[in-house]
């Protein structure tokens, strides 16, 4: 299953069982090999660039890519991690993701994929290079960004989704070496 819509307020923590759960899944849908989904589905600042330009063969990834965004936003206080003003096209957040991820993985993702860039979203993706997250490490944040929290994000915040960490691979993961042991 696809949850669409993973974004601080659909998650929410039991304080009595210390239990995360998710919440509204309103726009979940069950994934399916080949099958075409819509890409009207998750919230402007957590949407996966499968989402932004409109590659309908998504699959769970999706939901990965909104973990890394929440996470980054968890882990170097920036909420949300990408931020851009409302567009009808999400142009703003494209610019943003190619900021960070950098121009060129986004402009090979969709090589890869067939994914036909208009001139308006070429516009936004520019030339940026890819800027690691551990620039995004700060003395605010210093004590949330260890390099496992780090590497865990930017498994998760990779353009390509046939390339992005998966979550049992992420559950995996050293950062929750201490909870694996259990």
Not at 93 to 109: D, K
Not at 147 to 155: H, K, V, W
Request: glycine fraction near 4%; hydrophobic fraction near 40%.
């Amino acid at each position: 299953i696809m949850h669409r819509d993973l974004k601080p307020r659909n998650v929410i923590i039991d304080r009595s069982t210390r239990k995360l759960k998710l919440i509204d899944f309103g726009h979940a849908d069950i994934m399916l090999a080949g099958k075409q989904y819509s890409n009207r589905v998750s919230s402007r600042s957590f949407k996966a660039p499968e989402l932004l330009f409109d590659y309908r063969c998504y699959d769970s990834a999706v939901d990965l890519w909104a973990c890394g965004c929440l996470f980054a936003g968890l882990i170097f206080k920036l909420e949300p991690f990408f931020y851009a003003r409302p567009d009808p096209l999400n142009l703003g957040i494209v610019t943003a993701v190619a900021r960070q991820a950098g121009s060129e993985s986004i402009l090979t993702w969709a090589k890869k994929w067939g994914v036909r860039l208009s001139d308006k979203q070429r516009k936004a993706i520019g030339r940026h290079p890819a800027v690691p997250l551990k620039h995004f490490r700060s003395e605010e944040n210093e004590w949330l960004c260890c390099d496992e929290a780090i590497d865990l994000c930017e498994r998760m915040l990779v353009v390509d989704h046939s390339e992005r960490i998966t979550v049992e691979a992420a559950l995996q993961h050293p950062y929750f070496a201490e909870f694996n042991q259990q």
